[in-house]
């Protein structure tokens, strides 16, 4: 019954940390201090177009777990 508990909290850890490694490399390559491809609508819209990207990982990499039945 322990073994089955941990499986199941090293499966949630492990798709917690799935889920952060995009939007980790994201943050890091925008937050350095180099020329990167801008996105459309000047410097104020960046943030915004970051945002949206983000949050279409977290929803598509969440919806690929449910639909697998991974959590």
Known sequence: N???RLNEVMKVL???STILMP???L???YGMNVALPPFPGGEHAQF???FG???TIV?????MFRRKRWI
């Open 23 to 25: 939007l980790t490399l």
């Open 2 to 4: 322990v073994s089955n």
């Open 14 to 16: 492990t798709v917690v």
């Open 59 to 63: 929803v598509a990499m969440l919806g």
């Open 27 to 29: 943050t890091s390559l």
């Open 48 to 50: 915004w177009w970051l």
């Open 53 to 55: 990207i983000m949050a």
